[in-house]
């Protein structure tokens, strides 16, 4: 009888089989995870943009009574100006996480 060296073929297939479900689980967690950070950055951008609209309109409507047309326009493009350089910054983040930019990488 010969005698084989190396380990038996059913447990090659068993550790390809573990080594094949712990990359599954840890592209699993990764995916949740970055999925839970999409999440936070949209409802993020909601809140954001949602008290930006009312607390304009509520600082313009009640709050600026001595200044004309021109002055209420030009608070609410600035509190614009304010939310969206907000939103930039937490997209931005996120997509350069993610390997999206290639100088962000670098």
Request: glycine residues 8%; positive net charge.
């Amino acid at each position: 009888m010969t005698e084989k060296s190396g380990p038996s073929l059913p447990f090659m297939f068993t550790l390809l089989a573990a080594v094949n479900s712990g990359s599954l689980r840890f592209q699993m967690e990764k995916a949740t995870q970055m999925q839970r950070g999409l999440m936070a950055r949209v409802i993020l951008s909601i809140i954001t943009l949602a008290a930006f609209l009312a607390g304009s309109l509520i600082f313009v409507g009640f709050y600026t009574s001595g200044y004309d047309l021109f002055q209420k326009i030009v608070v609410i493009l600035v509190a614009m100006i304010i939310a969206f350089a907000a939103l930039a910054i937490v997209w931005v983040t996120w997509a350069g996480r993610r390997g999206m930019m290639g100088w962000w990488r670098d």
